[in-house]
């Protein structure tokens, strides 16, 4: 079958230790030296590892403390997400100049369909290699891995099977064949346990799951099992989604030290809805929802979450809220991590939503407004309330510090 004959034309791009590499990018002195992306603190985890680091076993989500251990000649630098967003927006834009059909799937990641533009960009081979060398240009030398085939499963496994730098091709007819001496991790939606679980039931491959029967699958697995077959052999029917939307935005921080003061608790929270609101701000969102998130010091979960009156991309509205929120919580703790989303979000018509504010409410929109044009013009933290001047005990940790839960 010619690239002509393929049904679609779907590519994956997945930029190579992102948040590293910009470090990397942005500070020569750390180029060609094992770097971790994360706190430096013993609670903390590592948000990506550089290449260099990866031989020595460390990986991201590891505990910094444990990824210390292996590789003790690793720099750590803490994380810049502000930068990393700005970075993923040319690396988006570069995508878009490929297609109209984009699907971003994190700051470092996106499904494009490239179906008939082999006129203009010419067979996947060239069209993996343009992709890849606009983000180098765009990006000022990052690198990208790409995968192109025909459905997004295929696709996305072969953008992670030649890292770092890597192009893999595999054209329709290939797809199944291609998958099935590949680990059962490799199934997209199979994480550790449900791996575990595939191998405890005697698969361990993909071409196994692809030859097994989809009834025993089903009653084993439930409705994933039917997906994992499918999947294995390689059939994906959907499509690249350039209408994805985001539910939530979300901030958390782990802390240095356990709290329970309710105080200190507030103090957190404010601090969670005053980045949150920002970045509903910078993407022109409102929300009409907001969560709160505690993890006890033995790792229990409590959340609570409601409705707002009115939608809203305002700090103190949000953290008046999470207060109210926080107010049903009689556990006394004490807490490691506590953490703020903003969820039922919709575009904002500036208009309709100032209207709707209470005074008080436009006059705290226009202070964060004004702060926002402030930090674009001289940086981050150029204003703080006073309030927040209380000598942060936080330190940030996961992939989902700042994070952008979207759709699947």
């Given at each position: 079958?010619?690239?002509?004959?393929?049904?679609?034309?779907?590519?994956?791009?997945?930029?190579?230790?992102?948040?590293?590499?910009?470090?990397?990018?942005?500070?020569?002195?750390?180029?060609?030296?094992?770097?971790?992306?994360?706190?430096?603190?013993?609670?903390?985890?590592?948000?990506?590892?550089?290449?260099?680091?990866?031989?020595?076993?460390?990986?991201?989500?590891?505990?910094?403390?444990?990824?210390?251990?292996?590789?003790?000649?690793?720099?750590?630098?803490?994380?810049?997400?502000?930068?990393?967003?700005?970075?993923?927006?040319?690396?988006?834009?570069?995508?878009?100049?490929?297609?109209?059909?984009?699907?971003?799937?994190?700051?470092?990641?996106?499904?494009?369909?490239?179906?008939?533009?082999?006129?203009?960009?010419?067979?996947?081979?060239?069209?993996?290699?343009?992709?890849?060398?606009?983000?180098?240009?765009?990006?000022?030398?990052?690198?990208?891995?790409?995968?192109?085939?025909?459905?997004?499963?295929?696709?996305?496994?072969?953008?992670?099977?030649?890292?770092?730098?890597?192009?893999?091709?595999?054209?329709?007819?290939?797809?199944?064949?291609w998958l099935a001496p590949l680990a059962v991790e490799n199934l997209w939606g199979a994480g550790?346990?449900?791996?575990?679980?595939?191998?405890?039931?005697?698969?361990?491959?993909?071409?196994?799951?692809?030859?097994?029967?989809?009834?025993?699958?089903?009653?084993?697995?439930?409705?994933?099992?039917?997906?994992?077959?499918?999947?294995?052999?390689?059939?994906?029917?959907?499509?690249?989604?350039?209408?994805?939307?985001?539910?939530?935005?979300?901030?958390?921080?782990?802390?240095?030290?356990?709290?329970?003061?309710?105080?200190?608790?507030?103090?957190?929270?404010?601090?969670?809805?005053?980045?949150?609101?920002?970045?509903?701000?910078?993407?022109?969102?409102?929300?009409?929802?907001?969560?709160?998130?505690?993890?006890?010091?033995?790792?229990?979960?409590?959340?609570?979450?409601?409705?707002?009156?009115?939608?809203?991309?305002?700090?103190?509205?949000?953290?008046?809220?999470?207060?109210?929120?926080?107010?049903?919580?009689?556990?006394?703790?004490?807490?490691?991590?506590?953490?703020?989303?903003?969820?039922?979000?919709?575009?904002?018509?500036?208009?309709?939503?100032?209207?709707?504010?209470?005074?008080?409410?436009?006059?705290?929109?226009?202070?964060?407004?004004?702060?926002?044009?402030?930090?674009?013009?001289?940086?981050?933290?150029?204003?703080?309330?006073?309030?927040?001047?209380?000598?942060?005990?936080?330190?940030?940790?996961?992939?989902?510090?700042?994070?952008?839960?979207?759709?699947?």
């Amino acid at each position: 079958m010619s690239n002509r004959e393929w049904p679609r034309t779907i590519v994956h791009a997945d930029m190579d230790a992102f948040y590293a590499s910009i470090e990397q990018l942005d500070d020569p002195t750390l180029r060609g030296r094992p770097l971790l992306v994360g706190p430096n603190s013993a609670r903390g985890v590592v948000l990506t590892a550089s290449y260099e680091a990866r031989p020595f076993g460390v990986g991201s989500a590891m505990p910094m403390q444990r990824a210390r251990r292996l590789c003790p000649q690793a720099l750590i630098v803490p994380p810049r997400f502000e930068r990393y967003m700005e970075v993923s927006k040319q690396v988006m834009d570069a995508f878009g100049t490929f297609s109209p059909q984009v699907e971003p799937l994190s700051l470092d990641e996106a499904f494009l369909d490239m179906t008939g533009s082999e006129r203009l960009f010419g067979p996947p081979a060239a069209i993996g290699e343009r992709i890849k060398a606009a983000i180098r240009e765009a990006t000022g030398g990052l690198t990208a891995s790409v995968g192109i085939s025909d459905t997004r499963y295929v696709a996305k496994v072969a953008s992670g099977y030649r890292k770092p730098d890597g192009l893999t091709i595999v054209p329709p007819e290939d797809a199944r064949a291609w998958l099935a001496p590949l680990a059962v991790e490799n199934l997209w939606g199979a994480g550790a346990k449900t791996s575990k679980r595939l191998r405890e039931a005697g698969y361990q491959t993909i071409g196994q799951i692809a030859c097994a029967d989809p009834k025993s699958l089903s009653r084993i697995f439930g409705a994933i099992g039917e997906r994992f077959f499918a999947i294995a052999n390689a059939i994906d029917p959907r499509t690249v989604a350039t209408t994805h939307s985001t539910r939530s935005l979300g901030s958390e921080r782990t802390l240095a030290t356990d709290v329970s003061s309710p105080r200190e608790l507030r103090l957190y929270l404010r601090v969670a809805a005053e980045t949150v609101a920002q970045r509903l701000r910078r993407r022109g969102l409102v929300a009409s929802g907001v969560r709160i998130k505690l993890k006890r010091a033995d790792f229990q979960i409590l959340t609570r979450q409601d409705g707002l009156t009115a939608a809203t991309d305002v700090s103190a509205v949000l953290a008046t809220k999470a207060t109210e929120l926080l107010d049903h919580v009689k556990d006394p703790g004490p807490f490691r991590l506590v953490g703020l989303a903003a969820f039922d979000l919709a575009h904002a018509s500036a208009d309709s939503q100032l209207s709707l504010l209470p005074t008080a409410g436009k006059r705290d929109r226009g202070l964060e407004t004004t702060i926002d044009a402030l930090e674009q013009r001289f940086g981050a933290g150029i204003v703080q309330r006073g309030g927040e001047a209380f000598g942060d005990r936080g330190v940030g940790i996961p992939t989902n510090l700042d994070f952008l839960d979207m759709d699947d």
